[in-house]
């Protein structure tokens, strides 16, 4: 069922990004192959790569926790996710979220845009504890999945770290640390400006047990069912209250803030 | 070609029972020593077992030398790092021999971390008629020996043993991807994710670095090295390919630290394949240089590519593995089949190429006629001495009785790993915990 949905996606993803050209709008005339029939409407190219950033991210997260995992893998993932960014950065579809209000500090701003999902009753409190939920999952032969996968948790700052020294070699985990964190929070930034609508579509039909993995998507969809990650609330008040502010001149205080707060 | 090959399959079963595929007994690596007369594999148990092929028997022309077990032996055992917290696997990434020079076999294996050099000799005389000792081993009463005698050797059954002479560890940090025997016979060098060192057999606490592509800041990381290999005829010379497809070869003698390249091999890129993909599958996953040392050949995701040493702006041919998976790029992403390396070999004149592909299937290129072949090595579709038949992959629109469509590809069954023996048409094949060995049939 899910999983079929979840193929079907990707199939249909891989008709859209076979053709290597970009903006084309495709409408619900579009020829379509006899399997992917059935769907309703076939993703803009916006959502498709969407879809492919979230995939990436999924698999940057997800890894061997015994062994190391794969540099050469890595490596070409994150270039497919840098890839993917500048090019909605020269969009203009990549867009900073800014905090909850502007009265607040840097400090609660980081947090807020952590990568570390936080429920919503925490937030609500004021608490600063990010709750951060790994999968200890086998991240190949993805296809046949059990929806109970093992939760664990672990509270930060313990996760930002294992997350830079599962990804790349830990020579010198401290100053890596920093500039990877900014740069998945740019990242991970932009997966909060989703409109429910759209987060919707793009979901409705994919195998849950697939992104209910990943917990960056998770916390970061605000009115979307994902029924295994009941801790992984949204922020449902802050997208929608957020301005689109100029990110650029908040990075380099993010930047600051961000080292200082990786490494308390 | 196809017509000819007979086939012969030896199942890499022994060690266990063969009806369920046990993690441990998945083939990574197969190479042949420089006479063909031995065949090499090791798997990710940390094993290697070599073959060996039977003397050609007059009385039994048509067993034209079969491969049978030769010696096992656990080369590798799992580790763990305690540093880091995290197991270094005893998978054999590669197994490379060195070229026979006494009765005894040599071949070097390793792992992730640690290279190991082995020694492979044969025993069939045992020494008998000890004085102070009798032959199981016990002393024997002093006061009973009455009178000496010389030990002398009698024969005994065929005992093949493997020690390991050199250990060569502690040398990477990232993931070690290949290694290679020099021309000179004397050195090797043994290739990461971002170093590639330069050892001595002799020597096994030092190594000379001899490529680093390691930045200082970890972030700007977007290439590791992804196969190296030794020129075979110049000692000084070495390739070594990258994620990023391409090919660079350094001369040893221009300095220690060979980070300036002496030739840059790249094709530009075809601006309408241009997808976010493009990267991924321009990834090489392996290179090899010609016997002839002229040209190398790269394999890609979907292509093989032979270069002529003498031009780097572009290969001089090209072959599609399979283009059908053209379109299949983002399914294959998600199930990370599209970060698969495949090898790729040449046969003895360099005439021939092969790669394996997905299915168990492998394929043919040679490159006089331009004909490519697909075989398939299972054991449903060929009984020993059955000529193996072509196979083909149909892409759209109406499927052939004999054709199999692209969505009923095994992405699970690849073949990964080849390899040619280096005078005549025997070739080993790896279909994950099998190994097939398919012979020519000639007169």
């Known amino acids: 069922m899910g999983e079929e949905e979840g193929l079907h996606q990707t199939q249909l993803l891989d008709t859209m990004f076979v053709r290597g050209l970009k903006r084309k709008c495709f409408d619900g005339e579009e020829d379509i192959e006899g399997t992917l029939a059935g769907f309703k409407a076939i993703p803009s190219y916006n959502l498709q790569r969407q879809s492919l950033l979230d995939m990436s991210l999924v698999k940057l997260q997800l890894c061997h926790m015994l062994v190391e995992p794969n540099l050469c893998r890595s490596v070409l993932i994150a270039n497919t996710v840098r890839q993917i960014q500048e090019e909605m950065t020269q969009d203009g579809t990549w867009q900073m979220i800014n905090t909850q209000s502007a009265g607040q500090t840097s400090l609660d701003r980081l947090v807020s845009t952590d990568i570390l999902c936080r429920s919503s009753k925490e937030q609500a409190e004021g608490k600063l504890v990010p709750v951060y939920s790994t999968f200890t999952k086998d991240c190949e032969g993805t296809q046949s999945q059990d929806n109970s996968e093992i939760m664990s948790t672990v509270t930060s700052p313990q996760a930002p770290r294992n997350l830079q020294s599962n990804m790349w070699e830990m020579e010198n985990p401290q100053e890596n640390r920093g500039n990877f964190q900014k740069s998945l929070d740019q990242i991970f930034e932009t997966l909060e400006n989703k409109s429910p609508n759209t987060v919707e579509d793009l979901f409705s039909e994919v195998d849950n047990s697939y992104y209910d993995l990943d917990t960056v998507l998770t916390g970061m969809m605000s009115n979307t069912k994902m029924g295994h990650c009941d801790v992984l609330e949204t922020f449902p008040s802050q997208t929608t209250a957020n301005s689109n502010s100029n990110c650029k001149s908040d990075l380099n205080e993010l930047d600051h803030i961000v080292e200082i707060l990786v490494e308390s | ?443």
Request: glycine share 2%.
């Open chain 2, 1 to 443: 070609m196809e017509e000819d090959i007979d086939t012969r399959k030896i199942n890499n079963s022994f060690l266990r029972d063969h009806s369920y595929a046990t993690e441990a007994d998945i083939i990574s690596t197969v190479e042949f020593n420089h006479t063909g007369e031995l065949l090499a594999t090791g798997d990710k148990g940390g094993r290697v077992v070599i073959f060996q092929r039977e003397q050609e028997s007059k009385n039994q022309p048509h067993r034209r030398g079969e491969y049978n077990v030769y010696s096992t032996f656990q080369s590798h055992e799992p580790e763990f790092d305690y540093l880091k917290s995290l197991e270094i696997e005893e998978k054999i990434n590669k197994i490379r021999w060195l070229p026979q020079q006494n009765a005894a076999y040599f071949l070097l294996s390793t792992n992730d971390k640690t290279v190991k050099l082995w020694k492979v000799s044969e025993r069939d005389k045992r020494p008998e008629g000890y004085n102070l000792k009798d032959e199981d081993g016990r002393l024997r009463d002093p006061s009973m020996i009455t009178m000496l005698r010389v030990p002398v050797l009698r024969p005994m059954d065929l005992m093949v043993e493997a020690t390991p002479r050199r250990v060569f560890a502690n040398a990477h940090t990232y993931h070690i991807n290949s290694i290679s025997v020099n021309s000179d016979y004397e050195t090797y060098m043994s290739a990461d994710d971002l170093r590639i060192n330069l050892w001595n057999f002799e020597i096994t606490n030092q190594s000379f670095n001899i490529v680093d592509i390691k930045p200082a800041n970890m972030e700007e990381l977007t290439e590791v090295i992804t196969a190296a290999e030794f020129h075979p005829h110049h000692c000084n010379t070495f390739v070594y390919s990258s994620s990023k497809g391409t090919i660079r070869l350094c001369d040893m003698r221009a300095s220690a630290l060979c980070d300036r390249h002496s030739k840059f091999f790249e094709e530009p890129e075809d601006p309408s394949n241009r997808s976010f993909f493009s990267e991924i599958i321009s990834s090489i996953s392996d290179v090899k240089f010609s016997h002839s040392g002229r040209y190398i050949m790269t394999r890609d995701y979907l292509t093989v590519k032979v270069w002529d040493l003498n031009m780097e702006n572009r290969p001089i041919e090209t072959y599609q593995v399979h283009d059908y998976l053209r379109s299949k790029l983002c399914s294959l992403y998600e199930n990370d089949c599209i970060f698969d390396k495949f090898e790729c070999v040449w046969n003895g004149s360099d005439s021939v190429i092969m790669t394996g592909s997905y299915n168990n299937f492998f394929r043919m290129f040679d490159r006089n006629t331009k004909r490519d072949v697909t075989l398939e090595a299972s054991r449903e579709n060929s009984k020993p001495r059955a000529i193996l038949k072509p196979r083909k992959v149909c892409v759209g629109g109406k499927r052939r009785k004999d054709e199999i469509s692209v969505d009923s590809l095994d992405f699970s069954k690849k073949i990964l790993h080849t390899a040619w023996h280096p005078s005549e048409n025997i070739i080993a094949v790896a279909a994950t915990n099998n190994l097939y060995i398919f012979q020519d049939k000639v007169n």
